[in-house]
């Protein structure tokens, strides 16, 4: 983290503390992330917060592939170096083209993504725009090439991940540093916008 959070993190204590430093430290190789320490503060945000996560997690109607490429560019989008460090780092762990996720910063000017790559990636960022900038060309397309079903689950994953970089970004929670602790190269930077 490259500056302390906005609001203090603080000691997860007792069982429930016990038991959530467990959890992270064996899915995330011995780390415990100081967002846990933010988000601690209010359990019941965290709770509710990592259950809807995991849940989320199990749906598979859309590839995980486009799931984690529309998270990555959301999080490119507001900023939120966290999510974008953590999903780079899961995609490591579940092979994700990493190719494809370094360059999710620049997905526009980069060469490596299929058509229907780019597709949920225009789609990931109009859903994120105030106000959104969703189409009914965006829908159509994405509607024919992945059906009802993957289309709905693909868009709540894009909400979720508003959800969780814009309370990251606002908390001034930055990246843990997963993916560089893990040697992975490190990702295209976003041009900047005129």
Avoid: Q
């Avoid at 016990?18 to 945000?45: D, E, S």
């Avoid at 996560?53 to 749906?59: L, Q, T």
């Avoid at 894009?158 to 602790?181: C, H, M, P, Q």
């Amino acid at each position: 983290m490259n500056h302390p959070a906005r609001v203090p993190a603080v000691e997860l204590t007792g069982l429930t503390g016990a038991m959530v430093r467990f959890y992270a430290r064996k899915r995330l190789g011995g780390t415990v992330p100081a967002a846990l320490g933010v988000l601690w503060n209010n359990r019941k945000v965290l709770r509710g917060t990592m259950g809807i996560g995991g849940k989320i997690e199990k749906w598979d109607a859309c590839d995980k592939s486009l799931k984690s490429f529309a998270h990555m560019a959301v999080a490119s989008m507001i900023g939120c170096t966290w999510c974008l460090d953590f999903n780079y780092f899961k995609g490591h762990d579940e092979g994700l083209d990493l190719d494809k996720a370094r360059e999710i910063p620049r997905w526009r000017d980069s060469a490596v993504f299929t058509d229907l790559e780019r597709d949920v990636l225009a789609y990931a960022e109009a859903m994120s725009t105030t106000e959104p900038t969703v189409t009914d060309e965006m829908v159509d397309r994405l509607l024919k090439k992945l059906g009802a079903e993957a289309l709905v689950e693909l868009t709540s994953v894009i909400a979720f991940a508003n959800l969780t970089t814009r309370t990251n970004v606002a908390l001034g929670i930055e990246s843990d540093g997963f993916a560089a602790a893990c040697g992975l190269k490190p990702m295209a930077e976003r041009p900047a916008t005129v």
